[in-house]
T-cell receptor, first 112, second 115 residues
């Protein structure tokens, strides 16, 4: 029973393509997040949703568009992929800012 | 600015010896502090947190962390290291963001335990 699951695990694509990463959590949390981890392992928040509402939107290019159809799902769509988008993207969920966040296993995106 | 710093990129310790992974923070208001661990090709896993109360916080896998308000530090410790503790460790702090809050992660410290 995976608490936070994201698909696909690996994504290899060409520059200029559009791709999506899906995330689902079965923990009943209200809040979900997307993080980007670069090649130096630096982890930075991109977006956060609370009950399907966007509450955090860091300075991310508008080629990245999150979508939350319900509070258990937060998908990430990326348009016109660039080389610099290559990274590991992590989905996480939590019950609020004071509380623990639970992370998915990550999606390794490679843009060629 | 709200931030968290991990001054060491890598910490090397012999198995059985005590270990310390350093973390300092800068935050307005009361700090909410966390430690997470990342094993290769995995997501982050929660180890422990400090919200309020005792300065010494105990967590998973025998780890503990000491909150020091005067030094604005939250160092991770373990009395006796295991080879299986080798991983990437992240310190994190809750930061206020408009009407919400977010977690800011440090740059990570790679812990290497040699047999």
């Amino acid at each position: 029973d995976t608490a936070v699951s994201q698909t696909p695990k690996y994504l290899v694509t060409q520059m200029g393509n559009d791709k999506s990463i899906k995330c689902e959590q079965n923990l009943g949390h209200d809040t979900m997040y997307w993080y980007k981890q670069d090649s130096k392992k630096f982890l930075k928040i991109m977006f956060s949703y609370n009950n399907k509402e966007l509450i955090i939107n860091e300075t991310v290019p508008n080629r990245f568009s999150p979508k939350s159809p319900d509070k258990a799902h937060l998908n990430l769509h990326i348009n016109s992929l660039e080389l610099g988008d290559s990274a590991v993207y992590f989905c996480a969920s939590g019950a609020g800012g004071k509380n623990i966040q639970y992370f998915g296993a990550g999606t390794r995106l490679s843009v060629l | 600015a709200q931030s968290v710093a991990q001054p060491e990129d890598q910490v090397n310790v012999a198995e059985g010896n005590p270990l310390t992974v350093k973390c300092t923070y800068s935050v307005s208001g009361n700090p909410y502090l966390f430690w997470y661990v990342q094993y290769p090709n995995r997501g982050l896993q929660f180890l422990l947190k400090y919200i309020t109360g005792d300065n010494l916080v105990k967590g998973s896998y025998g780890f503990e962390a000491e909150f020091n308000k005067s030094q604005t530090s939250f160092h991770l410790k373990k009395p006796s290291a295991l080879v299986s503790d080798s991983a990437l460790y992240f310190c994190a702090v809750r930061a206020l963001y408009s009407s919400a809050s977010k977690i800011i992660f440090g740059s990570g410290t790679r812990l290497s335990i040699r047999p």
